[in-house]
């Protein structure tokens, strides 16, 4: 059979997502740069935008976002080795987790990449136009370095990053490293013997950035050496966990959530309900504003728009201000329905433990279309009465 081939980079941070299931789960695959030819003349025309990570499956099945790629190889493994948890709430755990992961960790990843340009910018300046222009000479490399990190660049501020806020956010990503990090003490990965969504979805910013970039990756190793080896871990296609003796790769039993984790659940209910339920009000008042839209038209119109307008939310005794990113409405549908699978009881199990970080309006919040996707795009679902609750 021939390999899997997987469009990446080794500085973006969904590629590592996506990479790190290939790896931990040994399936053979390629990576090609997007600076590659066949990026632009096969993968482009594909999906109908430039975005990273692509995976190419040996039958040339195209597949672009990180949650459909892991879903596409996940049906190929064994059902113990599934990223998903069989048990009702490690399952909805691991789905909030890959929620914060990809989409709540993307204010630090951000800042400590583009805020600290003198020890920073040698290396992604290398980093980035290596997989962008293949061969070319420095002056090309450095002119494409020059656009794509202007492009970067002022993405930060639309995660919220701004010099007032700076010094809180980074006392927020110093308590989520002492969080993990006193976490990891008792487990190899987040959910116990082997890695899950969770896992996948906190290596996007975890490996990309704040472990991989100079600044960053010296804060990690002297604040947080569990996290830092967790990284490289989550890059071995092995177990990589000796300094927890024999572990069986099992998840934890009973579907138990450990005080730790639930002592990281809290942060996440402190530091990003408010932005996720502002994320889910806006995309309904952008709804609102524009009724014409129908089941199955393309999110804003066309593939490559991210953003739709900006919402303000109270956030550790601030107010910030960030972009709105309909795409995260995908991930809270993906928990909701995920819930929605299991039986009353497995239901109450699952609202008690998000109840106890003050998670739970996630449960529940509806807006009037939800975010779903189809052929590669992020799609409208279908017209629903909406719920916002509190
Ligand atoms: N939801 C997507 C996000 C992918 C993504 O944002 N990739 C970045 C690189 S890490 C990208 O290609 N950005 C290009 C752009 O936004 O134009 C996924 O999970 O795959």
Known sequence: MDPYILYAMPGSLYSAKARSYLRKHRIEYVERAPGDARYNDEVVPAIGRWIIPVLQAPDGTIVQDTVDIIDHLDATVAPGRSAYPATPVQRAVAHLLELFGGEGLLRPAMHYRWDFDDTNVPFLRKDFSASL?????????????????????????????????????????????????????????????????????????????????????????????????????????????????????????????????????????????????????????????????????????KANRRFSGTTTFPWRGESMTVAVVPYRLYLIKRLQDSVATGTAEDQAAVRAVFAEAGLDPLLDVTPRRWVVRGDNREVWGPAQEPVFPG
């Open 133 to 301: 222009v293949l061969g070319g000479d420095d002056d090309t490399r450095d002119g494409v370095f020059a656009f794509s990190s202007d492009r970067m660049r002022s993405a930060t501020a639309a995660f919220g990053v701004s010099e007032e806020l700076v010094p809180e956010i980074e006392r927020s990503y110093a308590e989520f490293l002492a969080l993990f990090d006193a976490h990891l003490a008792g487990s190899p990965y987040l959910l116990g013997g082997r890695p899950t969504i969770a896992d996948f979805g906190f290596m996007g910013p975890l490996h990309a950035h704040l472990a991989r970039d100079p600044y960053p990756s010296v804060q990690m190793k002297q604040q947080a050496q569990r996290v830092w080896r967790w990284v490289e871990r989550m890059s071995a296609p092995v177990l990589d966990a000796s300094e927890y003796g024999d572990v069986s790769e099992d998840l934890f039993a009973d579907d138990a959530v450990p005080a730790t984790l639930q002592a990281l659940l809290a942060y996440i209910g402190e530091e990003y309900l408010e932005e996720a339920m502002a994320q889910v009000a806006a995309v309904d008042g952008w709804l609102a504003e524009h009724p014409d839209v129908t089941d199955g038209d393309v999110v804003l119109g």
